[in-house]
């Protein structure tokens, strides 16, 4: 396939055609001027992945930092550091191998939630409770669809939840994460990246209760059945237990939409408490002319939809955690609310509607 003139000059196409050699890493050091990003990478490719793959794109190293005005609590800086994998064939294989500003997104919209009912999810998994038997209080757990290799936003809602143990004399309610996906190879660089970067910040901060975090496999087509006992066992009342369900980016074709508005809606029948929070390029393929029907046609859920994320301060501090490039701009961004007919809850439009 040849480039146009246009293309040629195009970061998003260099990348994918394959064409953006000034990118590639000399695995054999001979470039002296190779800076310590570069050499992280190199450290990164050779840590557990197979040298006879096709590295032409290799490993990037984000570093994420959270500034104390990024949250809506003023809590400290924190930074996370999160290991791509190397991309094999041009920029869309595989799936969910690099940070996409969708995850930004999403993760700006944890931390700082408009919505009412996005607040009631997280202020039900953040709550205390007055009693002291940890054990037998009920679990809270918020599930993420598609995390991808770098779990950025599982790791700010960890952070976020980490820090509400602050000095009441209440118990925290134990609280659970679960990222999934649904290529090993993904979930085990996810895995990975979520390893390191809490075990950094239990370290550094070893006063403030870190939630439990798990990672697991998740075919959308395969239903709820293959994650519930994920969900299900910190909890003594299951179908009371899953909070919040959120993603990002995560449809692109006709077939992804069905698959992951089948997932969404068994959920919703099975843990109908939960809000479910999805970040989404608009115009992909499946996303107006199969999810969104899907979900809005069916009398079993609500749905609040929006073409446009055009809240600037959310992109403001989503660009701060990662920098949006490539060839879309704030204004393909769109994000849906939905939650299960039986959830009672205030539904009013998020302010940037």
Same mark, same amino acid.
């Given at each position: 396939? *040849? ?7 195009? &970061? ?14 000399? #695995?054999?050091?001979?470039?002296? +001027?190779?800076?310590?990003?570069? &050499? ?8 557990? =992945? ?15 930092? =959270? ?16 290991? /791509? ?7 869309? #294989? ?9 995850? *930004? ?10 919505? !009412? ?47 509400? +143990? #602050? ?36 370290? /550094? ?11 697991? !496999? ?5 239903? @709820? ?11 003594? +009342?299951?179908?009371? +237990? ?39 390029? /608009?115009?992909? #393929? ?16 609500? @749905? ?23 060839? =879309? ?11 299960? *007919? ?12």
């Amino acid at each position: 396939m *040849a480039m146009t003139e246009g293309q040629e000059t195009d &970061e998003f196409w260099q990348l994918a055609l394959k064409g953006n050699d000034d990118k590639k890493t000399n #695995s054999d050091g001979d470039d002296d +001027n190779d800076d310590e990003l570069t &050499e992280e990478r190199s450290q990164d490719r050779n840590d557990g =992945l197979n040298e006879d793959e096709d590295q032409s794109i290799p490993p990037i190293t984000y570093e994420i930092k =959270l500034q104390p005005e990024d949250q809506i609590d003023q809590f400290e800086a924190v930074t996370f550091q999160l290991t /791509s994998m190397p991309l094999t064939d041009g920029i869309f #294989s595989p799936l969910g191998a690099q940070l996409w500003y969708g995850q *930004a997104l999403l993760a700006a919209m944890l931390l700082r939630p408009s919505y !009412p009912p996005l607040k009631e999810a997280l202020t039900s998994i953040l709550l205390t409770t007055n009693n002291t038997d940890r054990e037998n209080v009920q679990a809270s757990t918020a599930l993420e669809l598609g995390s991808g290799a770098c779990g950025l936003a599982g790791l700010v809602l960890s952070w976020l939840l980490a820090n509400n +143990n #602050s000095s009441t004399g209440k118990t925290k309610r134990p609280s659970h994460i679960i990222l999934t996906d649904n290529e090993q190879p993904v979930l085990k660089q996810l895995r990975r990246n979520i390893t390191i970067n809490l075990n950094r910040l239990q370290n /550094s901060y070893p006063k403030k209760d870190f939630p439990t975090v798990t990672v697991a !496999p998740l075919e959308w087509n395969d239903g @709820v059945t293959t994650i519930q006992a994920f969900i299900d066992a910190p909890s003594n +009342n299951p179908s009371e +237990n899953l909070k919040l369900i959120f993603g990002s980016e995560l449809v692109y074709t006709e077939s992804t939409a069905t698959a992951c508005a089948n997932i969404v809606t068994s959920m919703l029948e099975r843990y109908p408490k939960a809000l479910v929070l999805i970040v989404q390029v /608009s115009d992909r #393929s499946g996303w107006n002319d199969v999810f969104l029907p899907t979900v809005t046609e069916n009398q079993n859920l609500q @749905v609040l939809s929006q073409d446009v994320v055009a809240d600037a301060d959310l992109h403001e501090l989503a660009s701060s955690l990662l920098r949006h490039g490539g060839t =879309l701009d704030r204004f393909d961004f769109g994000v849906v609310y939905i939650t299960s *007919a039986q959830r009672s809850s205030s539904h009013s439009k998020p302010a940037f509607i």
